[in-house]
């Protein structure tokens, strides 16, 4: 009996020993764990601030090439580089795309984008059409004082959306009557979306139709330098912005295996930035023939 005893407490001994050792053990793989959450934390917070900016790159990154154009106007006052057009191509394509989500649901931010964007238009056109009537002011009033004609005879023909004058389309002589315009197509394309709403092959049209107009973004102020067989008075740092954003958004389509319309018509608008900067070079290196007064006159009126 006294031989058993020790070798029963021995054998007590043992499982207390073994407990000793799945505890360090579990201990020391703990150390590790605790680590790998920390970093784990750093990675999260790091990840959330780079969501951060790109949220914030994505809602104002394309208000931002707009910048540099929207202050040579102010400095220069002359808007005859700059095409309105760009302004109607952005306001219909995020009009479209806004309904679109009526439809097809998509992430706020491109709706915050879609927002903003129509709201810096509205600012282009704004600025775009005060310059404009105020150059044409003054034309007029150098004509009618190199012919001794009094200041009061000065009058400038007002051109009116209300005219429904298609010879003067989008070349109007109030910004208020661009907000008729923006604000009449804003309830056609509305009602027209909640009649149709339910059909999803008129969603998914509307859907292409607010991607493939943006991607025609730059065909306007393409139109406007060969018009004009000049670039002057257009920001070279929108047209490089416009290529760099163009790129990426590309490139980021074709990575995500995003639907063949969005990759296309990213491609498409990178297309249109290279002949514009194929224009700068093309027109600096062989100047044309600079048109007349009277020409050029008419040509920015269209072209505006």
């Given at each position: 009996m006294f031989h058993r005893f020790p070798h029963s407490q021995r054998h007590h001994q043992e499982p207390e020993e073994g407990k000793r050792l799945i505890v360090s053990g579990t201990a020391s793989q703990q150390e590790p764990s605790m680590e790998d959450e920390l970093f784990e934390q750093v990675v999260s917070v790091f990840?959330?601030?780079?969501?951060?900016?790109?949220?914030?790159?994505?809602?104002?990154?394309?208000?931002?090439?707009?910048?540099?154009?929207?202050?040579?106007?102010?400095?220069?006052?002359?808007?005859?580089?700059?095409?309105t057009y760009v302004c109607l191509v952005l306001l219909v394509a995020n009009i479209l795309r806004i309904l679109f989500r009526f439809g097809h649901y998509f992430e706020t931010l491109l709706l915050w984008q879609s927002i903003i964007m129509i709201g810096t238009m509205l600012v282009m056109l704004n600025l775009c059409t005060d310059v404009r009537v105020a150059a044409e002011l003054n034309t007029k009033r150098r004509s009618f004082l190199a012919t001794d004609s009094k200041d009061e005879e000065i009058r400038i023909p007002k051109r009116l959306f209300l005219d429904?004058?298609?010879?003067?389309?989008?070349?109007?002589?109030?910004?208020?009557?661009?907000?008729?315009?923006?604000?009449?197509?804003?309830?056609?394309?509305?009602?027209?979306?909640?009649?149709?709403?339910?059909?999803?092959?008129?969603?998914?049209?509307?859907?292409?139709?607010?991607?493939?107009?943006?991607?025609?973004?730059?065909?306007?102020?393409?139109?406007?330098?060969?018009?004009?067989?000049?670039?002057?008075?257009?920001?070279?740092?929108?047209?490089?912005?416009?290529?760099?954003?163009?790129?990426?958004?590309?490139?980021?389509?074709?990575?995500?295996?995003?639907?063949?319309?969005?990759w296309t018509c990213g491609l498409l608008q990178v297309f249109v930035d290279v002949a514009i900067l194929f224009q700068v070079y093309y027109y600096s290196r062989y100047p044309q023939k600079p048109a007349s007064h009277s020409t050029s006159h008419t040509t920015s009126a269209k072209a505006l």
């Open positions: 990840g959330t601030l780079v969501s951060w900016v790109a949220a914030g790159a994505m809602v104002f990154g394309g208000v931002v090439p707009y910048i540099p154009q929207y202050r040579d106007i102010r400095r220069t006052q002359n808007a005859e580089g700059f095409s429904f004058d298609w010879n003067y389309f989008w070349s109007w002589s109030r910004f208020v009557d661009y907000m008729q315009c923006v604000l009449a197509f804003t309830l056609v394309a509305a009602y027209i979306t909640y009649l149709l709403l339910d059909s999803a092959l008129f969603v998914e049209t509307l859907g292409f139709l607010a991607v493939f107009t943006e991607a025609m973004l730059g065909t306007p102020q393409l139109y406007c330098n060969y018009q004009n067989k000049s670039t002057e008075g257009m920001s070279i740092k929108m047209v490089l912005m416009w290529t760099s954003g163009d790129t990426f958004k590309t490139g980021y389509f074709l990575l995500t295996q995003a639907p063949v319309q969005f």
